[in-house]
């Protein structure tokens, strides 16, 4: 072939390639994200998020999916079904302890103010001293409410079994079962109280802020496999995130509107969850190394390992503070 009929077909395989290789790296990233709940103000911006095309901008395809409690989503991420999680700290700790492939990377809120006590309003208890002795349920074995339940009764001097807790799942199935008198209240978040509250079902009659001050509730993990191979994916999703919780603080009233829509609950109890928690939701990941050695420490409570975990264990901090451009 003559070096210039040569060079032509070079160049005509360039332009016929050039479109496919733009499309190939054009391909958006695929992020599974699990949250250990689907109901509670906390995690709304995973939802959030998607609507506002944060992920979707920064080319990645981020897919939602909801569990019932903290064990069962823990469960999707070791089959490898979720890469980035939102769960409770101390359930979070636990799980790393026990060898789950996962870091924490970034904290969504530190105080547990957002989760509260709500009891039946005929169980006769009015004051903390009532719980004594009381049926109060919580999502799963080994989950932050599971551990809320024993705090608070240590707290009041009775020992880990001065409130008998029992595992009864999500919101639907607590309220069910309290209906029902199998339970005498339940730990959630405070939309939940106040929804129930609205309704004459239940009554909060506790933050959990009130008695644990340093702390880190809520957080976000990534499977350390995604950590090594895709980091700026990783990277990429907390900016997303965070721009998420910036437009929500600059944007009360349709964050409210769509809040109520999102977690069915009415507007005055979205108003009130807002006015509640917003100011909780952290702007840009960083991690309160104080509490995290309490949610390390609550590992060894629930049982779930006999040592600790050192806070160097448990997390990931190379994407903190996270910058939103």
């Not at 991420?77 to 302890?97: D, E």
């Not at 990429?236 to 929500?248: A, K, S």
């Not at 609550?298 to 779930?304: F, M, S, T």
Request: proline residues 4%; aromatic residues 8%; glycine residues 10%.
């Amino acid at each position: 072939m003559k070096k210039g009929y040569w060079i032509a077909f070079c160049i005509a395989v360039a332009v016929l390639l050039v479109p496919t290789l733009a499309a190939r790296a054009q391909q958006p990233d695929k992020i599974s994200l699990g949250l250990a709940v689907a109901k509670t103000f906390e995690f709304y911006p995973a939802y959030l998020g998607v609507d506002l095309g944060v992920w979707k901008k920064r080319n990645l395809d981020v897919t939602v999916s909801t569990f019932r409690g903290d064990a069962a989503m823990q469960q999707a991420i070791l089959a490898g079904s979720v890469q980035i999680g939102l769960s409770s700290g101390a359930a979070s700790a636990g799980f790393i302890a026990k060898g789950q492939p996962i870091k924490v990377v970034a904290s969504i809120g530190s105080k547990p103010n957002l989760m509260v006590l709500i009891v039946r309003p005929d169980a006769g208890i009015r004051r903390w001293e009532d719980l004594r002795g009381k049926t109060i349920g919580f999502t799963t074995h080994g989950a932050l409410t599971d551990w809320l339940v024993r705090t608070m009764s240590a707290h009041m001097g009775w020992g880990v079994g001065g409130i008998k807790g029992i595992p009864l799942g999500g919101f639907t199935e607590q309220v069910a079962a309290m209906k029902r008198k199998q339970s005498d209240g339940f730990v959630w978040s405070y939309e939940g109280g106040m929804e129930l509250e609205e309704k004459g079902e239940g009554k909060v009659l506790l933050s959990f802020g009130e008695i644990i001050k340093d702390f880190e509730f809520e957080v976000i993990v990534a499977r350390n496999d995604l950590l090594k191979d895709k980091p700026d994916a990783v990277k990429r999703f907390l900016e997303g995130w965070y721009e998420t919780i910036r437009w929500m603080k600059q944007n009360k009233d349709k964050t409210i509107k769509d809040l109520a829509v999102k977690l069915t609950i009415s507007e005055n109890v979205a108003r009130k969850t807002y006015d509640f928690d917003i100011e909780n939701l952290s702007n840009d990941g960083t991690l309160n190394m104080k509490g995290l050695e309490v949610i390390a420490q609550a590992a060894v409570d629930l049982k779930i390992v006999p040592r600790a975990p050192k806070v160097s264990e448990i997390i990931d901090t190379r994407f903190l503070p996270v910058r939103v451009p």
